[in-house]
T-cell receptor, first 106, second 116 residues
Framework: QKEVEQNSGPLSVPEGAIASLNCTYS??????FFWYRQYSGKSPELIMS????GDKEDGRFTAQLNKASQYVSLLIRDSQPSDSATYLC??????FGAGTRLTVKP | GAVVSQHPSRVICKSGTSVKIECRSL??????MFWYRQFPKQSLMLMAT?????????EQGVEKDKFLINHASLTLSTLTVTSAHPEDSSFYIC????????????FGPGTRLTVT
């Protein structure tokens, strides 16, 4: 079982819709999670961190963590074409999911 | 803030030669830096964790004699790929953790290595 699992996608949503990205992890002791965005040929950039159960909102992004279910998600509201990228779910110590490729269609 | 640079951004070298890649934290001090490798359409794979003033910790399966890491200061870590072969061609990315901050890592722009 992979330490961090994501659906590779591609996930396609229309502009303005909510994009929902999901991630599960195997190590029940994991405490900290990050979501990174990676454009093709570029390095990852940090979107959000989440450490405690519940929701954390930052602008159009909401991260959700459910430690009992070992589940992390990222919601992107009002999706824009510029949000089209691969989204990486990461747990600390740094283990990356394979990433979900998101395409937002105008 | 939290800017990390890498140099060079692209490098082409011949098989058997060595290549050094630099990673610098520009506006913060980083006691810990990380080196990753990413092959096309694959996720990042952590190669090693570099701690200032001490030996790097390598992930399983990464040859420490082939990938030499030096973290001589709080703002600079280097990765040297020794005796490079075509299969070492990849996108090498470093990241750094701010010593005064949280657990987030900030990534450099990456170095694309091509070994011919």
């Amino acid at each position: 079982q992979k330490e961090v699992e994501q659906n590779s996608g591609p996930l396609s949503v229309p502009e303005g819709a909510i994009a929902s990205l999901n991630c599960t992890y195997s190590d029940r002791g994991s405490q900290s999670f990050f979501w990174y965005r990676q454009y093709s040929g570029k390095s990852p950039e940090l979107i959000m961190s989440i450490y405690s159960n519940g929701d954390k909102e930052d602008g159009r992004f909401t991260a959700q963590l459910n430690k009992a279910s070992q589940y992390v998600s990222l919601l992107i509201r009002d999706s824009q074409p510029s949000d089209s990228a691969t989204y990486l779910c990461v747990r600390v110590p740094m283990r990356f999911g394979a990433g979900t490729r998101l395409t937002v269609k105008p | 803030g939290a800017v990390v640079s890498q140099h060079p951004s692209r490098v082409i070298c011949k098989s058997g030669t060595s290549v050094k890649i630099e990673c610098r934290s520009l506006d913060f001090q980083a006691t810990t830096m990380f080196w990753y490798r990413q092959f096309p359409k694959q996720s990042l794979m952590l190669m090693a964790t570099s701690n200032e003033g001490s030996k790097a910790t390598y992930e399983q399966g990464v040859e420490k004699d082939k990938f030499l890491i030096n973290h001589a200061s709080l703002t600079l870590s280097t990765l040297t790929v020794t005796s490079a072969h075509p299969e070492d061609s990849s996108f090498y990315i470093c990241s750094a953790r701010d010593r005064t901050g949280g657990r987030e890592q900030y990534f450099g722009p990456g170095t694309r290595l091509t070994v011919t």
